[in-house]
T-cell receptor
Framework: DTAVSQTPKYLVTQMGNDKSIKCEQNLGHDTMYWYKQDSKKFLKIMFSYNNKELIINETVPNRFSPKSPDKAHLNLHINSLELGDSAVYFC????????????FGPGTRLTVT | SQKIEQNSEALNIQEGKTATLTCNYTNYSPAYLQWYRQDPGRGPVFLLL?????KEKRKERLKVTFDTTLKQSLFHITASQPADSATYLCALDRGSTLGRLYFGRGTQLTVWP
């Protein structure tokens, strides 16, 4: 009965590889987000989708590509991983124009070696 | 660009005292201001939201104030307990883009017995 779930929890990979992180929410929310939290704990938005439409696309390298197959899922694919991509990635969801608060997943700790 | 500052990286107080955390922002005025709690290894958890036309909001031992003139929000935890130890994040929503939140770096609160 987890509200926002992410897989995997940990991801260790080498530079140059391609990896994906999956996110699912069972709250019936219409908007989902990807955030990156760096080593200094700064949480910064990367993307958001509202009803499967991309509405926020921050200045993120185009090696990062989100994909929303339906309202309950938002995946993040990363190509050609670099050392600087190491961080914790959080998925979140909300029902905008209603309650506004965001519900976060447990995070995926990505380590690029 | 939006800048959010939380008064200090760390705050240590004794159990039973009131913890007061500060969030200052520059440039644009937010339509909403939210506070989240983050425990180590977990995603942020929503605590309280206050709107620009509200001065104060309470929830159990938590109180948030919002002063748009000072561009500041204060977050209070009364009768603090060791279980309140966590990092507290302030987040601003300008209301212009669906669900777009600007997060501060957080204040790590430690409540000692």
């Amino acid at each position: 009965d987890t509200a926002v779930s992410q897989t995997p929890k940990y991801l260790v990979t080498q530079m140059g590889n391609d990896k994906s992180i999956k996110c699912e929410q069972n709250l019936g929310h219409d908007t989902m987000y990807w955030y990156k939290q760096d080593s200094k704990k700064f949480l910064k938005i990367m993307f958001s989708y509202n009803n499967k439409e991309l509405i926020i696309n921050e200045t993120v390298p185009n090696r990062f590509s989100p994909k929303s197959p339906d309202k309950a899922h938002l995946n993040l694919h990363i190509n050609s991983l670099e050392l600087g991509d190491s961080a914790v990635y959080f998925c979140a969801s909300s029902q905008v124009r209603d309650t506004y608060e965001q519900y976060f997943g447990p995070g995926t700790r990505l380590t690029v070696t | 660009s939006q800048k959010i500052e939380q008064n200090s990286e760390a705050l240590n107080i004794q159990e039973g005292k009131t913890a007061t955390l500060t969030c200052n922002y520059t440039n644009y005025s937010p339509a909403y201001l939210q506070w989240y709690r983050q425990d180590p290894g977990r995603g942020p958890v929503f605590l309280l939201l206050i709107r620009e036309n509200e001065k104060e909001k309470r929830k159990e031992r938590l109180k948030v104030t919002f002063d748009t003139t000072l561009k500041q929000s204060l977050f209070h935890i009364t009768a603090s307990q060791p279980a309140d130890s966590a990092t507290y994040l302030c987040a601003l929503d300008r209301g212009s883009t669906l669900g777009r939140l600007y997060f501060g770096r957080g204040t790590q609160l430690t409540v000692w017995p």
